[in-house]
Structures are given as C-alpha cells and as structure tokens.
C-alpha cells in the first residue's frame, strides 16, 4: 500500500473532521477532568495533556467505522470502533490513532485489545505508521517523554511516506512539524 493511499482513504482528513467525539457508548464514571473534558483512565488524561502541550488537534473516542471479515470468506461486515484519540494533521490531509493500552495484566482486556488491533490491521492501520500505541497501567505511568517519543515517531513515520509521495507526484514541499 502506498502512503498517498491513505490520504484518500480511512484515515483522510476530510474524515477527520466528521468525527464527532464521545462516541463510545459508555459512560465515563471518573474524575479524570482536564480542560472541562471527562476521561476513563488516568493514562488518557495524560495523553490528552500531552497532545495539548504539543498544540494537536485531537478528538476524544470518536467512531469509526471499519471493514471486519465475517466467518465465511468474502463475507464483510461494516463496525464501529472508539479509539481512544484520533489525532488531526491538515498539512498531511490525514490523521492518525492513539490507543492507550492501561490494563494489560487483565487477560480479558488485553484479549480485547488483540482483537481491536486486529481489525485495524485488517483495515491496513498499523502501529508506529497510523497508530500510536501507550502502554500504562496503575503501577506504570510513561513519561511525559516517552508519550512525546512514541507520537514523534509516528509523526516521522508519516512526514516521510508524505514527502515520497509528493516527490513521485512530481510537487516538492517542505514539512514542518
């Protein structure tokens, strides 16, 4: 899959901004509050401040609707799935997911996270490309640092396979993160 295939697909911009968030159906009962806004986890909350002292544009679980392979082949179904963030990026007319993984020592919830991860991939959304994945749980906060690092990285991930894109398309543009 080319890069550029990305702009125009599940993960464009114009997507982005039909996003609505709040999405999952859930309600969030903690006292996680930053900036009037209600999280589920301590680890989301953390996150969420980060991307706003990197000065993104995010969202907070909005839907999206993803392809799953049903049990027959050639049998697709259309389903929604909350991620915890989508992160928008207008220059690069895409954006990209953060999923924070808080409870990996429950064996149910880290099944769940397989299977949700699975469907990304599926969907041709990867980590370290798409997606920013943060491990956390109560005994481990990461870093202001290391949350910085990861979404770093998918941003060079991202600003690469854009600059290769627009060279095969023959229109050079700087990118300034």
């Not at 000065?55 to 049990?71: F, N, Q, T, V």
């Not at 909350?82 to 020592?105: H, N, Q, S, W």
């Not at 290769?164 to 300034?176: C, E, K, T």
Request: aromatic letters at 12%; charged letters at 20%; one cysteine or more.
């Amino acid at each position: 899959m080319k890069v550029s295939s990305i702009y125009e697909g599940s993960l464009s911009y114009e997507k982005y901004c039909d996003l609505k968030e709040y999405s999952n159906p859930y309600p969030i009962e903690t006292n996680y509050i930053s900036g009037g806004r209600r999280f589920r986890s301590r680890l989301e909350l953390h996150t969420a401040e980060t991307l706003d002292l990197l000065g993104l544009d995010w969202k907070y679980e909005p839907e999206i609707s993803l392809y799953m392979p049903g049990r027959f082949q050639g049998d697709m179904r259309v389903i929604s799935l909350t991620p915890d963030f989508a992160v928008g990026l207008p220059e690069l007319k895409r954006y990209f997911l953060i999923e924070c993984l808080g409870r990996l020592a429950d064996s149910a919830y880290t099944g769940d996270s397989y299977d949700k991860l699975k469907i990304y991939a599926y969907n041709g959304i990867y980590p370290s490309r798409d997606m920013v994945l943060i491990p956390g749980n109560n005994n481990y906060m990461p870093s202001e640092e290391a949350i910085i690092s990861s979404i770093v990285s998918t941003l060079n991930f991202i600003c690469s396979g854009a600059v290769v894109s627009m060279n095969q398309s023959g229109s050079v543009r700087s990118l300034v993160l």
